[in-house]
């Protein structure tokens, strides 16, 4: 579990750190054909590109949508944004009984070599938190930001 959590954190740190491209003439065929199998029919797809990965953001059942692609045209890992009743029951327990009423936004989905885990925010009144869960329930404070 250890390594998973690591592997997506890297992900989302390349994908997060890379340079812009926007045309296509830049990304690999076998990446858009990979895509394009994966999430067909998917339009209006804006491509972000590093060294090592290469990021697709598009709508995908009018959702914001990200997946990671390696330079061999395989899919790494995918994010999406989610709605807090669409967590997991385990997850939705957990928050509840660990934060009470605070607001929590911000939850996006990642799944990576096929586990998922969410990462979203919490609102207390003091200071906001930058929260990570697994499917499980298990949840880790990743960062505290003050207000």
């Excluded at 999406?80 to 009743?85: A, E, P, Q, S, T």
């Excluded at 938190?129 to 298990?138: D, F, I």
């Amino acid at each position: 579990m250890k390594k998973f959590f690591i592997a997506v954190t890297i992900l989302v740190t390349v994908g997060c750190s890379v340079s812009y491209a926007t045309g296509k003439d830049e990304i690999s065929p076998k990446v858009t054909a990979a895509f394009q199998k994966e999430f067909a029919g998917v339009n209006s797809v804006n491509w972000t590109v590093s060294e090592n990965i290469i990021k697709a953001n598009f709508l995908y059942n009018n959702v914001r949508t990200e997946a990671y692609y390696n330079q061999d045209a395989e899919l790494v890992g995918t994010a999406r944004n989610v709605l807090f009743n669409q967590l997991p029951l385990a997850v939705i327990k957990e928050v509840n009984d660990r934060f009470g009423s605070a607001p929590i936004y911000e939850i996006v989905e990642y799944t990576c070599n096929g586990e998922t885990f969410y990462s979203m925010t919490a609102e207390l009144a003091s200071k906001k938190l930058k929260v990570k869960a697994s499917v499980s329930g298990t949840i880790w404070v990743e960062r505290k930001i003050k207000k």
